[in-house]
Nanobody, 126 residues
Framework: QVQLVESGGGAVQAGGSLRLSCAASLRTFSKATMGWFRQAPGKEREFVAAISWSGGSIYYADSVKGRFTISRDNAKNMVYLQMNSLKSEDTAVYYC???????????????????WGQGTQVTVSS
């Protein structure tokens, strides 16, 4: 059974940092683009960052560029999101997602991601 399990969320003050982790029990992980999305209360789920299976393609939403860093460890089936200089507007539930894409590249379209985790809450207080 495929599972994506996020961890590392919590409450932090503005300017602080958090590191989210996503453990993937996914046989195709090594050929999957992995993405992070977030959903704030009353808002639609939005793209945050994505990384291709090789790590050769990485893309960030403009709102997090320069503050967040996505990475992966294919040997451990893990994906990470290092979040620095957090702002109150980063408050949301963060989701890890997988998109089977052996040809590489990344997508910002959540409809192209076929496996999702349950999410982890990040709360940033100002």
């Amino acid at each position: 059974q495929v599972q994506l399990v996020e961890s590392g969320g919590g409450a932090v003050q503005a300017g602080g940092s958090l590191r989210l982790s996503c453990a993937a029990s996914l046989r195709t992980f090594s050929k999957a683009t992995m993405g992070w999305f977030r959903q704030a209360p009353g808002k639609e789920r939005e793209f945050v960052a994505a990384i291709s299976w090789s790590g050769g393609s990485i893309y960030y939403a403009d709102s997090v560029k320069g503050r967040f860093t996505i990475s992966r460890d294919n040997a451990k089936n893990m994906v990470y999101l290092q979040m620095n200089s957090l702002k109150s507007e980063d408050t949301a539930v963060y989701y890890c997602a997988a998109d089977y894409r052996p040809g590489g590249g990344v997508s910002v379209n959540l409809k192209e991601y076929y496996h999702w985790g349950q999410g982890t809450q990040v709360t940033v207080s100002s």
